[in-house]
């Protein structure tokens, strides 16, 4: 058994139109990945193949070797969790309800002491234990998306005795930081990286900003028009004639040695 | 366990106590007031050994008890229901009676009653809390069918409002044509169906409502934590492990199944399901645990209340419940939709 998020042949249709069109590609553990392309190449759509929300009509996505088709809701939510864009809560609910959402998978009736505990953990390391009992629906997007982050680490959360072997954990991200000032967007993605890190974590992400993944990304996955373009290392995929060609704007380069790469574009 | 588990529990302690309460003055006052000594020989009546019960005690054992307790379970199952609906449709202003469920099985019951004495039906217990159910299930579907929107294939809240208006008024005017041609004394008065009454109570209509209110309610708790799921999205349930369109299903059926029976034995009683959640959201949060054993309680509480009032306002004669349920929760409901836009 590898650690290993594998995709192949993967097409998803809508009507008669491709979406997602034969992409083939494997996301490594301990590694940020990121996808990036231009409105409608695909990136949500695929990011949600990968998390099993949607099911292709062609090809398989397997984690650890097994194809995810035939796995339990319930097993495949102790191990994957997306974490998205803006999530709406409909009813008053605390913070800390929220947060304890991410243990649903893993307890039955009520939530446990150790539940409870992780809980407390993940609000403390996000910060937002002062909101224990706010109403979710008051805080700011920020705040919430702080909120949501806790909660889905609630969800992946290991500790650490635990036998790193047994299985892969596989956190999605999609596009988590579209409603967040720039502050907040470098703290995320500093925390994304942290959880990207550990050795039994798959990371798989969409954003918009071509900087934020040419400074965070170990690997970057291009989509445009529902194929795949490129993969591969920043400097490898980011040339000045590639993102001409698919973005249809020119960049320059500007490189440093502490920040890596930058992008203006003209 | 935090502070506002805590809050919840005595919450609900005290609402329990509140039902039985109220339960206790439903069965002492009415068209005829039950002083506590005659309560308890008619209780004693019954065990064996004892005299036969008067006349008094046997209108007190066969009327007013199982009315009491009927109210108590139609009030639970419309504050359950309510719950379930809310929950579904993450929004707080759906209820049964605004979705077609409440005037389609009041339909299914007037056919059953008018069709069976025609056709001379073979009829156990069962076939009108199933005709009810039958005609709820119609209608239900019938809403969200039409409601759906060609793009989103959801329903919007707007269309879901306004097909449920236009399924209450064709099932409404099914009743009326039913009770147009129908004859004394297989029909019962159309004031009965649209308007809501329990004075029908009995016992038979008491084990049945008991059976579907108390399943119901089981099965809608078992599922409470993955309904609490779908308060932030459908999407996310399903990243929490939620197979979200089996959960649909599920509690859609058995939202129809408790508010059927319980609309064919009482008629239409509107806008309980409605308020019974709000309130309890206000005070005590939005899970649906506590949501739903509180909303069975206070949906209890209130309607008993209501049927309490229904009978002692314009004594010896008696108001149908729905009025009164209509008087209180169309401001309420009112208020809501002012109070937020609702665009989804």
Redesign the interface.
Same mark, same amino acid.
């Given at each position: 058994m590898r650690l290993m998020l594998t995709a192949t042949n993967l097409t998803f249709r809508v009507g008669n139109k491709a979406l997602v069109s034969d992409v083939s590609l494997s996301f490594a553990p301990g590694k940020l990945h990121l996808i990036i392309g231009p409105n409608g190449a695909g990136k949500s759509t695929l990011i949600k193949i990968l998390a099993r929300l949607l099911r292709p009509q062609v090809g398989m996505v397997s984690y650890d070797d097994v194809d995810v088709s035939q796995a339990s809701e319930t097993e495949l939510a102790k191990r994957r969790a997306v974490l998205s864009q803006a999530v709406e809560v409909a009813f008053p609910l605390s913070a800390r309800e929220v947060v304890m959402m991410g243990r649903y998978p893993h307890f039955g009736g009520r939530p446990g002491p150790a539940d409870e505990k992780i809980v407390d953990d993940v609000m403390a390391q996000f910060d937002v234990t002062e909101f224990t009992d706010r109403n979710y629906q008051t805080l700011s997007g920020g705040e919430r998306q702080r909120v949501n982050f806790a909660r889905v680490l609630a969800q992946l959360w290991r500790d650490s005795t635990s036998d790193l072997n047994s299985s892969g954990r596989y956190l999605f991200l999609d596009e988590p930081l579209t409603f967040l000032d720039i502050r907040h967007q470098i703290e995320f993605m500093n925390t994304i990286k942290e959880m990207a890190a550990q050795p039994d974590v798959v990371t798989v992400g969409v954003v918009h900003d071509l900087n934020l993944a040419a400074r965070f990304a170990d690997h970057i996955v291009i989509l445009n028009q529902a194929r795949l373009v490129a993969s591969g290392t920043p400097p490898d995929v980011l040339t000045e004639e590639r993102i001409q060609e698919i973005f249809g704007v020119k960049p320059t380069f500007v490189g440093s040695e502490e920040s890596g790469m930058h992008i203006i574009f003209s | 366990m /935090?502070?506002?588990h805590g809050n919840r529990r005595l919450l609900l302690v005290v609402l329990a106590f509140v039902t039985l309460l109220v339960l206790a003055a439903s069965i002492r006052y009415g068209a005829i007031d039950f002083p506590l000594s005659e309560i308890s020989r008619a209780f004693a009546s019954i065990l064996p050994g004892h005299s036969e019960p008067t006349l008094d005690q046997r209108i007190f054992l066969e009327l007013r008890l199982p009315r009491a307790i009927l109210c108590l379970l139609v009030g639970a199952s419309l504050g359950v229901g309510g719950t379930l609906m809310q929950a579904l449709f993450?929004?707080?202003i759906v209820e049964p009676g605004l979705v077609g469920t409440s005037s389609g099985a009041a339909f299914g019951s007037a056919l059953f009653f008018v069709l069976g004495s025609v056709l001379h039906i073979s009829t156990s217990v069962w076939s009108l809390p199933f005709a009810a159910c039958f005609g709820g299930v119609v209608s239900t579907y019938l809403v969200f069918l039409l409601a759906r929107s060609k793009e989103q294939g959801r329903a919007s809240i707007v269309m879901l409002l306004l097909t449920g208006l236009a399924v209450n008024a064709l099932f409404m005017s099914a009743i009326g044509f039913l009770s147009y041609i129908a004859r004394d004394p297989q029909a019962r008065s159309i004031t009965f169906w649209s308007l809501g009454t329990l004075s029908g109570a009995n016992w038979k209509a008491v084990t049945i409502v008991t059976t579907s209110t108390i399943i119901g309610t089981l099965i809608a708790l078992y599922y409470s934590?993955q309904l609490?799921?779908l308060?932030? !999205?459908e999407?996310?349930a /399903?990243?929490? !492990?939620?197979?979200v369109n089996r959960l649909k299903w599920i509690i859609l059926t058995v939202n129809v199944v408790i508010v059927a029976v319980a609309t064919a034995f009482t008629g239409v009683i509107s806008f309980v399901g409605l308020v019974v959640p709000h309130i309890l959201?206000m005070v005590g !949060?939005?899970?649906n645990r506590f949501l739903i054993v509180g909303s069975a309680l206070t949906g209890a509480t209130l309607l008993t209340l209501a049927d309490l009032m229904a009978r002692l306002v314009v004594r010896p004669a008696e108001l149908p419940i729905g009025i009164l349920t209509s008087a209180v929760g169309v401001p309420i409901f009112i208020l809501l939709l002012r109070r937020r836009q609702y665009v989804f």
């Open positions: - | /935090t502070k506002q993450r929004n707080p934590k609490n799921a308060m932030i !999205g999407e996310e /399903t990243y929490l !492990g939620v197979n959201r !949060g939005a899970d």
